[in-house]
């Protein structure tokens, strides 16, 4: 459905409401291509085309939810939708009233389309399949359209279309000893592929060396920016929502205080114009182009949703209550210069199974896996044992923060969960002086 059928159709529905009714619409699809590979062969190939539409009918302070499948064809979608607002309309009656109901009564309008269509699903993986020829390489690619729309009986009319793919991939070596990467984005870059699979042939060739045991203790460390992407996830848990906040339950409560910071160079966006997530909410606000959760290692803003922003007082400036595109502030030191300025100590690709082991003190813990090396005198040198780490965000972006590398690199979130997820994180790489392992 493109967004002239799905106004039509919206238009259609709104001359069957009566009264002080008022109708939010909210559209998704998308139109992918997916392919699973095992041992550098396709186990699984597939075409997904869905459309479905969300409608909250409400009256007054009272509001019921309802979402149905579209298929296309006007006349049936029609029926569908109005079958099902006449179900919102019936149990609508029997509901209380929504103390914190709240939505857009400004009407407002936009159109944005964004990225371009990457080469044909079979023409990637034929390039990907010969490209990592002799490699054991495991994963998924995902790519197509995906269109976000919103509509009222107020007045809103948005459209969101983005183009973007996604490929996750693992290449195994033996048992649990693999190298983990992935390349998402707008435009399709070949070259970039080949250099990251050249990458993990020369992880590969690492792993094959005996795996150095090493003690708990602080060890200097680089975090690759897909370690620093478990970090911000876990920061995203209850870190920037005005709920957690407000009920004193969020793990930056004594960086809210003043109590503890972050270092200076620590600067996080949620960038909603740089995203692929849409422009605006459910209920019909409108995002600003950029929040600033923190700020030179200072605590920003919030994200206020519709509800929260009813029950705090304050505006909304998101659709919930975690970041859906997140950006990190780069820094000075070149990728280049990673392994000599570390010298000796830790590379460490990935973690894994994050959790917090003590959230007060915003302290984590997980493991290390996919690419985790020893390195001395700037040199990789041999992979290390799987080792649990448990550290404090305090110190690991805070007073054992060196340097953030100038370059950034943009993941994009692989859930398929009813649909392809459009998060995405735009991350460095971190340097710090020491991180704990536990065992």
């Not at 209380?96 to 990457?118: F, I, M």
């Not at 923060?401 to 859930?415: D, F, N, V, Y």
Request: glycine content about 8%; proline content about 4%; aromatic content about 8%.
């Amino acid at each position: 459905m493109n967004q002239d059928a799905f106004l039509t159709l919206i238009e259609r529905l709104h001359s069957g409401l009566t009264g002080s009714e008022v109708l939010f619409s909210n559209f998704s699809g998308e139109i992918s291509d997916f392919v699973r590979l095992n041992r550098n062969r396709i186990r699984q190939a597939g075409h997904v085309q869905s459309a479905n539409l969300a409608l909250t009918l409400i009256d007054g302070t009272r509001q019921m939810e309802g979402r149905c499948e579209l298929s296309g064809e006007f006349r049936t979608d029609l029926s569908r939708t109005r079958h099902l607002l006449t179900r919102l309309r019936e149990r609508l009656a029997d509901l209380p009233d929504d103390p914190y109901l709240q939505y857009s009564t400004e009407p407002s309008a936009s159109t944005r389309r964004v990225g371009e269509s990457s080469p044909p699903a079979a023409e990637v993986i034929a390039h990907l399949i010969q490209a990592a020829g002799g490699l054991d390489l495991v994963g998924i690619w995902a790519s197509g359209d995906i269109s976000i729309g919103l509509a009222s009986s107020l007045g809103h009319r948005h459209w969101h279309q983005s183009q973007s793919f996604n490929l996750d991939w693992s290449c195994y070596l033996e048992t649990d000893k693999a190298v983990k990467a992935s390349l998402g984005g707008l435009q399709w870059n070949a070259a970039e592929l080949n250099r990251r699979l050249e990458m993990q042939r020369h992880g590969l060739r690492v792993m094959a060396q005996p795996a150095r045991t090493i003690e708990p203790g602080r060890y200097r460390a680089y975090l690759a920016p897909a370690a620093v992407n478990e970090l911000m996830h876990m920061l995203s848990w209850g870190g920037f929502d005005l709920r957690n906040h407000r009920t004193y339950q969020t793990p930056l409560l004594r960086l809210v205080r003043g109590e503890r910071q972050f270092a200076p160079q620590i600067t996080l966006h949620e960038e909603f114009e740089r995203g692929l997530t849409a422009g605006f909410t459910a209920e019909g606000f409108v995002k600003p182009a950029t929040v600033t959760l923190l700020n030179n290692g200072k605590f920003g803003q919030c994200l206020v949703d519709a509800r929260s922003g009813l029950e705090y007082g304050e505006p909304v400036n998101a659709a919930g209550d975690t970041p859906e595109a997140l950006a990190l502030a780069a820094g000075d030191m070149p990728l280049t210069e990673v392994l000599a300025r570390l010298h000796t100590g830790l590379f460490i690709g990935n973690l894994w199974y994050c959790n917090w082991s003590d959230a007060n003190d915003c302290r984590v813990t997980g493991m290390t896996r996919f690419g985790t090396y020893w390195v001395e005198n700037g040199e990789i040198v041999c992979p290390i044992k799987v080792m649990r780490f448990d550290d404090s965000l305090y110190h690991l972006l805070g007073d054992r923060l060196e340097a953030l590398t100038s370059e950034r690199e943009l993941m994009l979130s692989a859930e398929t969960y009813d649909g392809r997820a459009t998060d995405s994180a735009l991350l460095p790489g971190l340097l710090v002086s020491g991180i704990t392992l536990a065992l």
